[in-house]
């Protein structure tokens, strides 16, 4: 899906399309490559250092193993950061995300523990559209804020990510709303043909996604206002709207989010649920190679950047690491990642021992 | 400039066999420069011959590829703009390049304050810059912001930091494209001050009344390589043409004169397109009437900020008038957006081609595809083999170089990308066409073909607002000529060729805007 906005995002020279080489190099410029070689290295550590690690085994005819957890594991930073990047892509951030996460939660189950039968299946999925329905009003609101007032979105969706939480506890009146009811578990601990339902929710959210903004106009829409808004504007974009839509979305992912993350335990814990996920729906969007200042966006690569998430996560308790260390390990992927990847770097690097080059005169397109 | 004792005509900078290529583009090509103390140096050539790119590796904004920079006989390398200025070179740009929010002072100074210990003492670092403003007679508050004064203002403020810097040498480029008449003169006379000082002056302009009035010699650029550098006395205008476009001056009089018989000088009075009613916007412009007739080509003439950007803002929903209405062909309309005006057929192409025209990190097709994507709405994607026959058939009509749909705009030159958006336009197919300033900073040869294709355009019956601040441009293309003067419309005259740019200027100096 991506391999067509890259295509267009690095012009190559007329003519060198096609050949090996030329492929070769627009891989190499592909800014994904970095994440996605970082990913492979360190699923290969962990499998040599847990050697059951790799393996993937079908029992009761659904998928179970590390690998398939990791898949599960990246399903809520993956909704998460296909929100943040839309927002991204027009120039704004959404910090409230993860207050979303744990606003959204906390509707859902109270519904289901005031419900009369918490398990009847009309029951769940009203308590579902309930909470996504939550998701749209608060990105309605930071919507609102953003382009109707005109405060910078950082400021704008931060009021939510700190009011978000005490909104939280206001829902759940301070408690820690558990519930039982098997059908609404299931949205985080169920499979779907074999494989885990986050999976298959957050692939199907992924390709809706992909093709609402790339079959319709709305992908260049995004980027055309996160680049230029005012030429934007007088070439008739409606960029209040349509930024005012990518809020909305994002609200309503960060809902849907924390429904799939907080599924399995069903317990609205308003304190913790989403904890700083709004960061590492940043770092995502990043490792996936979509620039903080608007513009030019790429939603396959924050498939990459959720799985490296998940694996480092899962990589820090492999090599028995204290868990209080994964931030650090975080960060230092994150920087190793952009370092690679800079222009700058790869110009450097590129300039003292001209290499045989095929395509002849290429730069990186900073 | 206190080293050794230096000699007018000394060469300062000595750039030889420049090569620059970028994605899909080989900017430049084996290109040598010469400037020297105490003169003045223009560097001639059409859009995309590599004025800018050229100046660009001398300020150490673009890495060279092959080739060599020798300032004062040492040989550098510059891999980014500091270096550039630390060897004492010192840019203004085109679009000014200074912190509009920050103060006079600050800008002037900004690096070079004074200090006492750690501390920035700021009673001082005004006077200083007082100082150096006062040498190039500029009398404003240093305490003021930047963005509260003209262009003019702020490109001098620009020239100013460059004597702070202690500049051997000062780049101009483009630096008059915004600036009228007094206000030319005006930075002439601080250009001359500086180049008797012995400062080494490279002049970039496409005004060649201004480039034969102030240079010495000029560097002419075709295609990207070198075509020769000659004496400004000894190069008549005809063969500096010739140069500069690689055909001969005979081929190019042509041209003009395909231009100027293909004009219909008819105008239907028929029902207006656009009929305004006493519109107007506070801080924008006085209420004003204007008809526009199709197949008719109405030129807006007056100084820079005389209100002509703001009138036809109102007419094209870019601003919202505060009173008056607008008329559709006798019903009225209101434009309250630049889609709104678009879905009527209604297009504006805007005077800032940086800051309100082009999509820099978008493509080639993106741009063009833009204004016709947003008229049908996000839903509806324009199918892809529509857009490429749209793309293909632009970029051949417009001979838009490189002729790469996939390049960034950004790439392009100025006047390609001025190409691109009139291409974003057309591909609307508009019925009221309004160009602001489509020729600014443009060379003569997309010029030419900018003035055909709009005379082209108004002949098949597309209603045109052409403004422009050369006024002989609007003359040869207008059938009438609104005048505009301190944000009236202070006259409308039909031009039936017979028409001077002295009756033009007479009007706007003369006739009185209410009782004055």
Redesign the interface.
Known sequence: MTSTTT????????GASGRPAALLQRVSQHGVLWPVLALVVLLLACGLKSPGFLEVVVRDGNLYGQLIDLLRNSATPLLLALGMCLVIATGGIDLSVGAVMAISLAVSLTYLDGAADPTSPATVVTAVLLGLALGVVIGAFNGFVVTALGIQPFIATMILMVAGRGIAMLITQGQITTVTSAPFKSLGSGFVLGVPMPVVIAAVVFVVLVLLVR????G??L??IG??G?????????ARS?TWTVYVLAGVLAALAGIVYGAPTMAADANNIGLLKELDAIMVVVLGGTRLDG??FHLGGLVVGALLLSTLERAVIIFELPSQTTPLFKAVVLIAVCVAASPYLR?RLR?PRPRARVAK???V?A | MSDTPPRAGDAVVRMTGITI????V?ALDGVDLVLRRGEVHALMGENGAGKSTLIKALTGVN?V?HGGIAVEGRELRFTDPSQAQAAGISTVYQEVNLCTNLTVAENVMLGHEVRRGPFIDWRATRREARRYLQRLNLDIDPRSQLSAHSIAVQQLCAIARALVVDTKVLVLDEPTSSLDKAEVAELFRVVRQLRDSGVAILFVSHFLDQVYELSDRMTVLRNGRFVGEFKTAQLPRRELISHMIGRSGEALAGIGEHARTSITRHSPRETPLLTGIGIGRRGGVEPFDISLYPGEIVGFAGLLGSGRTEAVRLLTG?DRPDEGALEIQGSPVRLA???A???RHIA?S?EDRK?????????V??NM???L??????????PKRELDEIVQKYLVALNINPP?P???IR?LSGGNQQKVLLA?WLATSPRLLVLDEPTRGIDIGAKTEIQRLVAELAADGMSVVFISSELEEVLRLSQRIVIMRDRHKIDEIANDGSLSTDDVLETIANTGVKAS
């Open positions: 295509q267009s995002g690095t012009p190559r020279p007329p079959r319709t106009a709305l260049m829409f980027e055309s680049v230029n005012e030429a934007s504007r007088l070439a008739g974009v409606k349509t513009g030019r110009s300039t005169p290429v730069e397109a | 290529t970028f994605p899909g080989k890495r590829d870019a957006t630049p889609l005006a678009l879905r504006l805007t800051k309100e025209g082009i999509i820099g990190d978008l493509t097709r993106e595809a833009l204004a994507q947003a008229s049908r709405g996000t839903w509806r994607r324009i790469n996939n390049a960034l790439n974003r």
